[in-house]
């Protein structure tokens, strides 16, 4: 007999509250596996999808169980999954729109091309923060017509070239840092001053507060002498600050990764290129398997990369979810990332 499954719904475009009851227990699919949730981490994403509903995505099906960061128990394996075995702790990106993907539930189906092995030392909590920002922060650096970097390495060696990632101690900007150090690059990044040292803890040589309003002197001011490598905007509206600070940083890269939309009437700076990042687009080429089969695993396991930001553990159960999207529409973590356990 299948397990109960629950779920968190969305019952109709731009429902409040959630509502929380019976799920299909899903089917395991080739390359996929079932995991048991404990751990949930909320995105920007999850409460504008309930807040604007059809406006933002007029596919959408309803009820509609969302999310996308998973920590829990493998309890099946699909055909093809060599990787995981039943009872096997592991983190993942629940990353369709289908709600047997939906990450606010009890049972979810994952990708096992976009999970990985939790360490002994790592608990659900701490794990479930990563999925989704660890791909859009490799989307914006690594994927060919984005960024372009080199690849990270367990032993990186400097290559002399220095990156600026805009609002480093956000989920993407903590995940942007230490891959981009992993691929050997000077990182220099912004954030509060309450937020400075966390931000080096990650791996950044300089911090600027974003708020000082000669931030972009000061960034130029330190680029001197170096080469810049191209910018990752992850705050919106730091892409027009990221646009001027490339356009005349020393560098041929003139090229900025945006986590904010890019608009058809943006005016960028002569001779500065932009793209609008989409980490799902990791998943379907060789910067998702770098990461999830080839890089994560093994620097988590040697604790060269970080479980960050933090968790802020807002509750238990899934009644829990709709406070912890509330949460995050008003801005309720800084330096953490909002997460419920089940």
């Given at each position: 007999?299948?397990?109960?499954?629950?779920?968190?719904?969305?019952?109709?475009?731009?429902?409040?509250?959630?509502?929380?009851?019976?799920?299909?227990?899903?089917?395991?699919?080739?390359?996929?596996?079932?995991?048991?949730?404990?751990?949930?981490?909320?995105?920007?994403?999850?409460?504008?999808?309930?807040?604007?509903?059809?406006k933002?995505?007029?596919?959408?099906?309803?009820?509609?169980?969302?999310?996308?960061?998973?920590?829990?128990?493998?309890?099946?394996?699909?055909?093809?999954?060599?990787?995981?075995?039943?009872?096997?702790?592991?983190?993942?990106?629940?990353?369709?729109?289908?709600?047997?993907?939906?990450?606010?539930?009890?049972?979810?189906v994952?990708?096992?091309?976009?999970?990985?092995?939790?360490?002994v030392?790592?608990?659900?909590?701490?794990?479930?923060?990563?999925?989704?920002?660890?791909?859009?922060?490799?989307?914006?650096?690594?994927?060919?017509?984005?960024?372009?970097?080199?690849?990270?390495?367990?032993?990186?060696?400097?290559?002399?070239?220095?990156?600026?990632?805009?609002?480093?101690?956000?989920?993407?900007?903590?995940?942007?840092?230490?891959?981009?150090?992993?691929?050997?690059?000077?990182?220099?990044?912004?954030?509060?001053?309450?937020?400075?040292d966390?931000?080096?803890?990650?791996?950044?040589?300089?911090?600027?507060?974003?708020?000082d309003?000669?931030?972009?002197?000061?960034?130029?001011?330190?680029f001197?002498?170096?080469?810049?490598?191209?910018?990752?905007?992850i705050?919106?509206?730091?892409?027009?600050?990221?646009?001027?600070?490339?356009?005349?940083?020393?560098?041929?890269?003139?090229?900025?990764?945006?986590?904010?939309?890019?608009?058809?009437?943006?005016?960028?700076?002569?001779?500065?290129?932009?793209?609008?990042?989409?980490?799902?687009?990791?998943?379907?080429n060789?910067?998702?398997?770098?990461?999830?089969?080839?890089?994560?695993?093994?620097?988590?396991?040697?604790?060269?990369y970080?479980?960050?930001?933090?968790?802020?553990?807002?509750?238990?159960?899934?009644?829990?979810?709709?406070?912890?999207?509330?949460?995050?529409?008003?801005g309720?973590?800084?330096?953490?990332?909002?997460?419920?356990?089940l």
């Amino acid at each position: 007999m299948a397990p109960i499954n629950k779920a968190a719904w969305i019952s109709r475009p731009r429902a409040l509250p959630m509502e929380v009851g019976p799920a299909v227990y899903p089917t395991v699919g080739e390359g996929e596996i079932i995991v048991k949730v404990s751990a949930i981490a909320i995105n920007p994403m999850d409460w504008m999808i309930q807040t604007m509903g059809e406006k933002l995505f007029s596919f959408l099906k309803y009820p509609y169980c969302g999310g996308d960061d998973v920590a829990g128990t493998v309890v099946e394996v699909g055909s093809g999954v060599a990787d995981f075995k039943p009872g096997a702790r592991v983190f993942g990106v629940a990353p369709g729109f289908d709600a047997r993907e939906g990450a606010f539930q009890d049972y979810v189906v994952l990708r096992a091309n976009a999970t990985a092995h939790i360490p002994v030392d790592g608990s659900f909590a701490q794990a479930c923060v990563l999925p989704l920002a660890i791909c859009s922060a490799a989307a914006g650096l690594y994927q060919k017509n984005m960024l372009a970097l080199e690849y990270p390495s367990l032993n990186p060696q400097s290559n002399g070239e220095t990156l600026l990632i805009w609002a480093g101690a956000s989920s993407v900007g903590s995940n942007g840092i230490q891959l981009a150090v992993a691929s050997g690059y000077e990182v220099f990044t912004t954030a509060s001053p309450k937020n400075f040292d966390y931000c080096k803890s990650l791996g950044a040589s300089k911090v600027f507060d974003y708020k000082d309003p000669n931030v972009v002197a000061d960034i130029l001011a330190s680029f001197e002498g170096k080469i810049c490598r191209g910018a990752l905007a992850i705050q919106r509206g730091s892409e027009d600050l990221c646009f001027e600070i490339v356009a005349k940083a020393p560098g041929t890269t003139k090229f900025v990764a945006s986590a904010v939309p890019l608009g058809p009437d943006k005016v960028l700076p002569a001779g500065v290129t932009a793209r609008f990042l989409q980490a799902g687009a990791v998943l379907k080429n060789e910067v998702g398997e770098l990461i999830w089969s080839k890089f994560l695993p093994a620097a988590l396991e040697q604790n060269k990369y970080k479980f960050a930001p933090p968790p802020l553990i807002v509750g238990s159960g899934l009644e829990k979810i709709q406070e912890a999207l509330d949460k995050g529409k008003m801005g309720g973590a800084s330096a953490q990332k909002i997460v419920v356990t089940l």
